[in-house]
């Protein structure tokens, strides 16, 4: 890839006696330099604020959003089915109970009645009584009325157990409870149907 040399072609000026050849550059020098002016001007544009690239945050921001979105938080995961069959379970209803007088009945009472937050022994729900729909509500919480996300506090058994606790304080009539709020419960599509019979109650 060498340039031919010409030994007679000598530039007329001199330097401190010095002469130089005025011969070709080599090949592979001027093939880099062709290569460095190639890759200066795809770096221009990819360069974030003045091209089209999105710069190494933006990169790490997709890169993370792309892992949380393949590894969502877990909230417990329970189907309606997995609920109902809970339901039934003496030990994980007084799980429950115990989850709830530790963190819910500062605001729903002990016995349920309601106090800042609704009652959770009547048949009204304000986002839904069946099994299901109590713990999305524990799991996420309802911020705007203080109710904090529990699913990022508790763990997803305890969770779970305070959802069927929840469910079985429906019906039990404490003294003084506070009035109604909300819609009635509405009988539950057939996949949550077993859920409903056992929870139309629910963290309100």
Not at 157 to 166: G, S, W
Request: aromatic share 8%.
């Amino acid at each position: 890839m060498a340039a031919p040399q010409n030994d007679n072609n000598l530039i007329e000026h001199n330097y401190d006696g010095i002469q130089e050849y005025d011969n070709p550059l080599p090949r592979w020098w001027v093939y880099l330099f062709y290569a460095t002016i190639v890759f200066s001007v795809l770096y221009y544009f990819n360069v974030p604020g003045v091209g089209i690239g999105k710069g190494r945050i933006a990169n790490y921001e997709a890169d993370v959003a792309a892992w949380k979105a393949a590894h969502p938080e877990p909230d417990g995961g329970a189907t309606p089915q997995q609920l109902a069959a809970l339901a039934t379970d003496p030990s994980t209803i007084a799980t429950g109970k115990t989850v709830y007088t530790t963190n819910c009945a500062s605001c729903h009472r002990p016995d349920g009645g309601g106090m800042i937050g609704p009652n959770l022994t009547d048949d009204a729900w304000i986002h839904g009584g069946t099994l299901s729909e109590i713990h999305k509500t524990i799991v996420e919480g309802v911020l705007a009325k203080g109710m904090p996300n529990w699913g990022k506090l508790l763990k997803p058994d305890q969770v779970n157990a305070v959802t069927v606790y929840v469910a079985s304080l429906k019906g039990t009539n404490p003294p003084n409870p506070k009035a109604p709020e909300g819609a009635p419960a509405v009988q539950a599509a057939p996949a949550d149907s077993a859920a409903t019979d056992t929870a139309t109650p629910k963290a309100q």
